[in-house]
């Protein structure tokens, strides 16, 4: 989506003249001449960049006074200062109170065109800084070949680049917030991408949500900017849908069929460009049937559905997620990276993830943590967690039948153990033969024979490996 210029002048023939070459570039272009309509033009929208006279005529306040307003209410908005009777102290001033530059008239057009660019460039890169300071390349839950993330990134690649809404849903834990991000990237937009979490605070949703109005106009009293405003051009997120409050639910629903809303408190329409993505851990039926939650917003919020699996489905891709976020958690720490073992990958394979993704970032990061003063670079079995050690499915599995076994003959209780043995393996890998039997030390025809004389078959619903 071409980024809103807002040109605010009172000479019309420079107006006219900076908003056809903008126009003839691509951007879109809305011009002011005075206080009041560059105030009103903000508060309909807030624009990606202002172009701001020093000088404005009969005007209640001059450029700097209009400049340190925007900055301190749209901090993340370049403004870019022109003037015909520039001093090198009003410059000063200028940059001092946050423009981004300073351009005397008459000015060429080349120039401003390039500073126009870099502007916009470098709101973007400070603002996905912001993004993804605190955050772990939100790429990373969908690393893997398994079938599902190949399902996922197919129904990614055919809407990503459409303005259809979305509705994301999977367990706790599955960082649906993560999956939003990628949609978005996916998109190509060059707007912003923004989220928001219904279950953390929902009485304070509506102000962050949709903004809120000054109701006393006055200069020292800032007008909070709602999230779905500032993400114009680009994603937002809403996480946790079901726990919005009905009076959200209809607003947003209005918002979602009109693309305008008001701030709260607020009286004038703000019209907003604005992918939305939302979010549950309840599936589509569980939805349907909360009798909290609007099925209207429901159906217009989720042209799409795309379910998340938990990762217990997809355990074969966590090697590869292993090596994603040890790499990724290594940088951000500033610590070398580990490789994990075979036998260490093993159980954290097997092991059921109640916290899917989330809990296996905080795990890989705990190992590395607690590892990164040893003079070791391979991760084995000893190193992970308790938690992982004494709680994967096979491990459970034969504690419980310890006492059991102890009465058995050697051969049956040989024969039990080699059973729930290769079951585990067989789905630790999905079914493959060959990566079962590779990983267990025989060949293909040793393992059928002994699933043959254990009694044990290959699920039909899986493949076979060839």
């Known amino acids: 989506m071409p980024a809103d210029i807002l040109i605010v002048d009172d000479e019309n023939d420079i107006c006219d003249l900076v908003c056809g070459i903008l126009s003839d570039e691509g951007y879109q272009v809305r011009t002011a001449e005075n206080t009041v309509t560059a105030f009103n033009a903000i508060v309909e ?18 450029g700097l006074k209009i400049l340190e307003i925007v900055k301190r209410d749209h901090p993340y908005v370049p403004v870019i200062m022109i003037s015909g009777h520039g001093t090198v102290e009003t410059a000063v001033a200028a940059i001092k109170l946050g423009a981004y530059d300073f351009i005397e008239k008459p000015f060429q057009t080349e120039k401003l065109l390039v500073t126009i660019s870099r502007a916009l460039e470098s709101s973007r890169l400070k603002r996905e800084n912001t993004e993804l300071r605190e955050k772990i390349p939100f790429f990373c839950s969908l690393v893997g070949t398994s079938l599902s993330v190949q399902n996922i990134k197919q129904a990614i690649d055919s809407t990503a680049t459409t303005s259809a809404t979305i509705f994301l849903h999977g367990p706790i834990g ?57 993400a114009h051009g680009g994603t937002f997120f809403i996480d946790n849908i079901s726990y919005l409050l009905d009076s959200l639910q209809i607003r947003l629903n209005q918002f979602l069929q ?112 607690m590892h990164s003063e040893k003079n070791k670079d391979i991760i084995e079995v000893n190193d992970l967690p308790p938690e992982i050690i004494e709680g994967n499915l096979f491990a459970k599995a034969w504690n419980s039948k310890t006492a059991k076994i102890a009465t058995m003959p050697i051969k049956e209780a040989r024969e039990a153990f080699e059973r729930d043995y290769i079951v585990a393996q067989l789905k630790r890998f999905n079914g493959h033969i060959s990566q079962t039997a590779r990983f267990i030390g025989i060949d293909r025809a040793s393992l059928h024979r002994k699933l043959k004389t254990l009694g044990l078959t290959v699920n039909d619903d899986i493949e076979e490996e060839s």
């Open 45 to 62: 929208r807030q624009p990606s960049l202002v172009i701001l006279d020093v000088w404005l005529g009969d005007s209640s306040k001059d």
């Open 174 to 230: 599955s960082d649906r917030a993560a999956v939003a991000r990628y949609i978005h990237e996916c998109s190509y937009s060059t707007g912003p991408f923004f989220a928001i979490n219904c279950a953390t605070d929902p009485l304070q949703i509506d102000s962050e949500l949709f903004g809120l109005e000054t109701i006393i106009k006055d200069d020292n009293i800032p007008r909070k900017i709602g999230l779905l405003e500032q």
């Open 258 to 369: 009109f693309k305008s809303f008001s701030r709260i408190g607020g009286t004038n329409l703000i019209n907003v460009n604005v992918r939305v993505i939302s979010g549950s851990n309840l599936n589509e039926e569980e939805i349907l049937t909360c009798d909290t939650f609007r099925q209207d917003l429901y159906y217009r919020m989720r042209a799409v559905y795309i379910s998340i699996p938990p990762l217990i489905e997809r355990a074969k891709d966590i090697p590869l997620l292993i090596k994603q976020f040890a790499s990724a958690i290594a940088a951000s720490h500033n610590i070398s990276p580990k490789n994990f073992s075979v036998e260490a990958i093993a159980l954290l394979e097997s092991y059921p993830w109640p916290g899917d993704i989330q809990q296996f970032k905080n795990i890989i990061e705990w190992i590395l943590i």
